[in-house]
């Protein structure tokens, strides 16, 4: 999924580290029989920034670069991707190393004051959480209930690591129903980081936010819904629910923000205005039995 950068000098130079996602355990079973199972690999990767120590993320490692990239971004230490000369992972020392080109001034103190987050795998952001909130201005955009359904159907039917060994979250950004990338690590803050670098590497070459929908497997925090709106996306999906702090960010901004969206069945918390409802494909209505 990563793209070459090296034929641009604008972008970041970019290693394409590649390590094992899943590993094999022996494990015993209900009848007591010992069987192998696959499990997600964990590793630690220490982000140094022109060689100070940045921050630890825990991670799947499945592309550690844009993870990098997007961390970096959705914590607002850089204002554009063209301030990164390059980032080099090593596996081997489970380190990733980041040369900016003119340093990121007053760094000691935008990353002096951390909030640790609900994301899995205890995630944290840098700064004030709400800080850019009301600068943020989404773009008008609309998704259909016939779209909703294709997006959760391609998340049903792509290959996941989740299926073969469980443990991991999944994020995707859609153009209506067309998925354009699908990412899973072992917390959703991290995929959503890695999608964000995914899409600032694309925005030169006109690539913007505003007609995508973002969808993940996990919760909407309030984290997520920032991190959706930093990316410019108006609509989140997930299968799952909603925090009261997620809902209250998703409303301030005008994000439609859509859960529990599992086959038929879906709910809108937020922005109802931008889904194109089409009741008629849910199917009959199931009535409660006196």
Same mark, same amino acid.
Request: glycine share 10%.
């Given at each position: 999924?990563?793209?070459?950068?090296?034929?641009?000098?604008?972008?970041?130079?970019?290693?394409?580290?590649?390590?094992?996602?899943?590993?094999?355990?022996?494990?015993?079973?209900?009848?007591?029989?010992?069987?192998?199972?696959?499990?997600?690999?964990?590793?630690?990767?220490?982000?140094?920034?022109?060689?100070r120590e940045l921050v630890t993320l825990m991670t799947l490692g499945a592309h550690p670069e844009l993870l990098?990239?997007?961390?970096?971004?959705?914590?607002?230490?850089?204002?554009?991707?063209?301030?990164?000369?390059?980032?080099?992972?090593?596996?081997?020392?489970?380190?990733?190393?980041?040369?900016?080109?003119?340093?990121?001034?007053?760094?000691?103190?935008?990353?002096? *004051?951390?909030?640790? @987050? !609900?994301?899995?795998?205890? /995630? +944290? #952001?840098? %700064?004030?959480?709400?800080?850019?909130?009301?600068?943020?201005?989404?773009?008008?955009?609309?998704?259909?209930?016939?779209?909703?359904?294709?997006?959760?159907?391609?998340? *049903?039917?792509?290959? @996941? !690591?989740?299926?073969?060994? /469980? +443990? #991991?979250? %999944?994020?995707?950004?859609?153009?209506?129903?067309?998925?354009?990338?699908?990412?899973?690590?072992?917390?959703?803050?991290?995929?959503?980081?890695?999608?964000?670098?995914?899409?600032?590497?694309?925005?030169?070459?006109?690539?913007? /936010?505003?007609?995508?929908?973002?969808?993940?497997?996990?919760?909407?925090?309030?984290?997520?819904?920032?991190?959706?709106?930093?990316?410019?996306?108006?609509?989140?999906?997930?299968?799952?629910?909603?925090?009261?702090?997620?809902?209250?960010?998703?409303?301030?901004?005008?994000?439609?923000?859509?859960?529990?969206?599992?086959?038929?069945?879906?709910?809108?918390?937020?922005?109802?205005?931008?889904?194109?409802?089409?009741?008629?494909?849910?199917?009959?209505?199931?009535?409660?039995?006196?």
């Open positions: 999924m990563t793209p070459s950068t090296f034929s641009d000098p604008s972008l970041p130079r970019l290693t394409q580290a590649h390590a094992p996602l899943t590993r094999q355990i022996a494990v015993v079973n209900e009848f007591g029989d010992t069987e192998l199972i696959s499990i997600p690999a964990e590793r630690a990767l220490t982000v140094y920034v022109d060689k990098v990239l997007g961390f970096l971004r959705n914590q607002r230490l850089v204002q554009s991707v063209g301030e990164i000369e390059s980032i080099t992972v090593d596996w081997e020392v489970g380190a990733a190393a980041v040369k900016t080109r003119h340093g990121i001034a007053h760094i000691e103190e935008k990353t002096s *004051r951390r909030v640790v @987050t !609900t994301g899995c795998g205890q /995630g +944290s #952001v840098f %700064g004030d959480l709400m800080a850019e909130i009301d600068r943020i201005a989404l773009p008008e955009a609309t998704l259909s209930q016939d779209q909703l359904y294709g997006i959760v159907n391609a998340i *049903r039917l792509q290959e @996941t !690591t989740y299926k073969s060994a /469980g +443990s #991991v979250h %999944g994020c995707a950004l859609f153009r209506g129903g067309e998925m354009l990338v699908f990412v899973e690590d072992v917390g959703r803050h991290n995929a959503i980081d890695t999608i964000a670098g995914w899409m600032w590497l694309q925005e030169p070459a006109g690539l913007q /936010g505003g007609d995508k929908v973002f969808y993940t497997t996990g919760r909407l925090t309030s984290e997520m819904v920032i991190k959706s709106a930093q990316m410019g996306v108006p609509i989140v999906v997930s299968r799952s629910g909603i925090t009261q702090m997620g809902h209250e960010v998703a409303e301030r901004i005008g994000l439609c923000a859509i859960g529990r969206a599992t086959n038929k069945r879906f709910v809108c918390y937020t922005g109802a205005g931008r889904l194109h409802l089409q009741p008629e494909l849910a199917g009959p209505r199931l009535r409660a039995v006196a």
